[in-house]
């Protein structure tokens, strides 16, 4: 649900701010993604790949 958050504001403010704002925001989605995956080990193998 706060992923869906996230990426909604992305969309809206992607036509405002230079692509390397937003590239800068996708990173850090990622980064944020990846420490879930991490504490969520059983779920790690299911989501990772994405």
């Not at 230079?18 to 059983?42: E, F, H, R, Y």
Request: proline share 6%; hydrophobic share 55%.
């Amino acid at each position: 649900l706060i992923l869906e958050g996230l990426f909604v504001l992305l969309t809206k403010v992607r036509w405002r701010y230079s692509p390397k704002l937003l590239a800068i925001c996708l990173g850090s989605l990622k980064l944020v993604w990846v420490l879930i995956c991490l504490n969520n080990s059983d779920l790690a193998p299911h989501l990772l790949p994405l």
